[in-house]
């Protein structure tokens, strides 16, 4: 008599772990499509009361990809990924800064590049179709599972799993940040040229060889005190510019999702120091807190409020390399 609910109760165990694979699956899906699948389009990004349009092309063979995206307002600069390597050029200094801000974000690729980890911070609901650039979508939600955090919406074309539409939203429920196709065609532009910037001025943001996932040598006890889910992937020493030449220590902490950038430097005399938090772009924020002889400032796609949370709470062991 007992065998039929325990029967009931492993089946069920099964259901609901075969579900959860799917729900991985597709996630891998959506975050290999947000950054492989051959395109040409042209996307409105909203933040801060402002909107810019981009036009965008992309092609991919296998792990090859190559794409240019392209301001349709705004300072003119382009943004041109080759496999690993992300430049941006520009017409002159003023446009190149603004080149560097706007890459920060660079959808569709919102996803890390390995989502396993996403579940240990945030749960992934299927909340919905919607219509999106014309085509059909169906909306996926990652919730996070502390509030304090932001929830990303995408609305995935079902065919491709290509995100059409990313919504960023506040712990209070707010729009902090829109991306949304006008119009794609889900095959990149064949010519070459399409590819080849045809502005002068270029600055190299991320190289081929860069550090894309964790540094399996770093040690997780070098900080402690994070926020449930977060880990710390990379720990190095840099000199950053307007630092007097002194090295920084450049910490990189994920939940998941989010990626924080944390420097570690000398700080300013006491009446200097001050407390700050402030937007950079988008869902992208910075603060500023200090800790014992240390000068702490975080950069990434977190609430302000929570991430100045974050560095009251941690704690950095050791002096780094």
Request: charge should be positive.
């Amino acid at each position: 008599m007992r065998a039929v609910p325990l029967i009931g109760v492993l089946m069920f165990g099964a259901a609901c772990a075969a579900h959860a694979e799917d729900d991985m699956q597709l996630l891998r899906n959506v975050g290999n499509a947000s950054r492989q699948q051959a395109l040409d389009g042209t996307y409105l990004h909203q933040m801060n009361g402002m909107m810019e349009t981009f036009h965008l092309v992309r092609q991919s063979q296998g792990d090859s990809v190559r794409e240019k995206r392209v301001s349709l307002d705004g300072p003119p600069r382009e943004v041109v990924r080759t496999g690993g390597e992300l430049t941006c050029y520009a017409q002159d200094k003023r446009a190149l800064i603004a080149c560097r801000i706007s890459a920060m974000r660079l959808f569709p690729a919102l996803l890390p590049d390995d989502v396993d980890d996403i579940p240990r911070s945030y749960a992934l609901k299927r909340t919905g179709s919607d219509r999106v650039a014309q085509r059909d979508c169906q909306w996926l939600d990652l919730q996070p599972r502390d509030p304090q955090r932001y929830t990303m919406r995408m609305c995935i074309d079902p065919a491709t799993h290509l995100p059409l539409k990313v919504i960023t939203l506040s712990p209070r429920g707010d729009a902090v940040e829109q991306f949304t196709f006008t119009e794609v065609e889900l095959a990149g532009a064949k010519d070459k040229k399409a590819y080849r910037p045809k502005l002068p001025q270029k600055f190299l943001l991320l190289s081929g060889k860069a550090a894309s996932g964790a540094d399996p040598s770093v040690s997780q006890n070098e900080v402690t005190g994070l926020p449930q889910g977060f880990r710390l992937l990379r720990s190095s020493a840099r000199t950053l510019p307007g630092a007097g030449g002194k090295p920084v220590r450049h910490l990189v902490l994920s939940d998941g999702l989010v990626m924080l950038s944390v420097f570690v430097e000398p700080p300013p005399p006491e009446s200097a120091r001050m407390e700050r938090v402030g937007n950079l772009h988008g869902a992208i924020n910075m603060a500023t807190s200090y800790q014992n002889d240390m000068q702490l400032t975080a950069v990434g796609d977190m609430p302000q409020t929570a991430m100045m949370t974050l560095l009251k709470g941690m704690h950095i062991n050791g002096k780094g390399e």
